[in-house]
């Protein structure tokens, strides 16, 4: 499936006989030998009783994420659908998401609170999370935001001109971020829209990053560029993003199923 491009290989995993290691995400993962994506997911039975599902979440370098806000849609469509209902609450190792099919294609997710501590995003050191002490190039003192997982959002005059294989890893390893970060680099366009590029921790450069969008109309909230909801214009397309009253934040946007198939079972079983 995939979310505006960004694309995924859910796995169900929910009869608990599925186990996979570092090795095999890689090997699924991997586009010119595996099936391809920018993340791995696995579906499993709920640890808390008020979830419809568990969602794991890897990256294809086998390491594992806490949050993929458009996995999150693909995989709220298919419990719907599963299911016959317009709400499900899907569970991560980031907490419970709750989940709506708001008709025309278009479904919901409640990404939770923006985090903005420096402890939580987290940071090696404590610092001023509105402007982070780190420029690399033309990326130069970003909005540091946990959605689940780390961002750090650039400010840019022209997100397209930016080199984001380039100066993406190279800000994902700073010392500044311990656990590795995403970067965005965001083009204010209007006080309701958004450009945004995106290279995700473990996986490059995507096509669209629901956490990313969600840190990014946070940052530009918070520097007073934006208002608290806005489209943000990806590669992939538009989400709507609203930074709620409660300090949730709001994610909408379409899902799309490319096929449905059996792993063969020459992708596992690989090394660690």
């Keep these: 499936m995939h979310?505006?491009?960004?694309?995924?290989?859910?796995?169900?995993?929910r009869d608990g006989g599925l186990s996979l290691s570092a090795g095999d995400v890689r090997a699924i993962s991997a586009r010119q030998r595996g099936v391809g994506c920018d993340q791995l997911i696995v579906l499993e039975p709920a640890r808390n009783e008020l979830a419809d599902v568990f969602m794991r979440i890897y990256n294809p370098d086998g390491s594992e994420s806490g949050a993929c806000g458009n996995a999150t849609r693909c995989v709220a469509s298919l419990l719907m659908a599963e299911q016959d209902v317009t709400e499900v609450i899907v569970e991560t190792i980031s907490g419970l998401l709750d989940c709506e099919n708001v008709g025309d294609g278009l479904y919901s997710v409640d990404m939770g609170l923006a985090r903005l501590d420096w402890r939580d995003l987290p940071l090696s050191h404590a610092c001023d999370t509105d402007n982070l002490?780190?420029?690399?190039?033309?990326?130069?003192?970003?909005?540091?935001?946990?959605?689940?997982?780390?961002?750090?959002?650039?400010?840019?005059?022209d997100a397209n001109a930016i080199?984001?294989?380039?100066?993406?890893?190279?800000?994902?390893?700073?010392?500044?971020?311990?656990?590795?970060?995403?970067?965005?680099?965001?083009?204010?366009?209007a006080n309701d829209r958004i450009r945004m590029r995106v290279w995700e921790r473990g996986a490059g450069i995507t096509q669209a990053c629901g956490s990313g969008a969600c840190a990014a109309l946070v940052a530009t909230a918070r520097r007073g560029l934006?208002?608290?909801?806005?489209d943000v214009v990806l590669d992939g397309g538009i989400l709507t993003i609203e930074w709620m009253a409660d300090n949730n934040v709001l994610m909408t946007g379409p899902v799309a199923t490319s096929f449905r198939g059996q792993i063969d079972p020459s992708l596992l079983g690989s090394k660690p």
């Excluded at 380039?166 to 971020?177: A, R, S, V, Y």
């Design 3 to 13: 979310g505006l491009g960004n694309d995924f290989v859910i796995l169900d995993g």
């Design 133 to 157: 002490p780190i420029e690399i190039g033309p990326l130069k003192n970003p909005v540091g935001v946990n959605m689940g997982n780390p961002h750090a959002v650039f400010m840019v005059a």
């Design 163 to 189: 080199d984001l294989n380039t100066f993406g890893p190279l800000i994902e390893h700073d010392q500044l971020f311990p656990e590795r970060t995403n970067v965005e680099a965001v083009e204010v366009l």
């Design 226 to 230: 934006t208002g608290r909801k806005a």
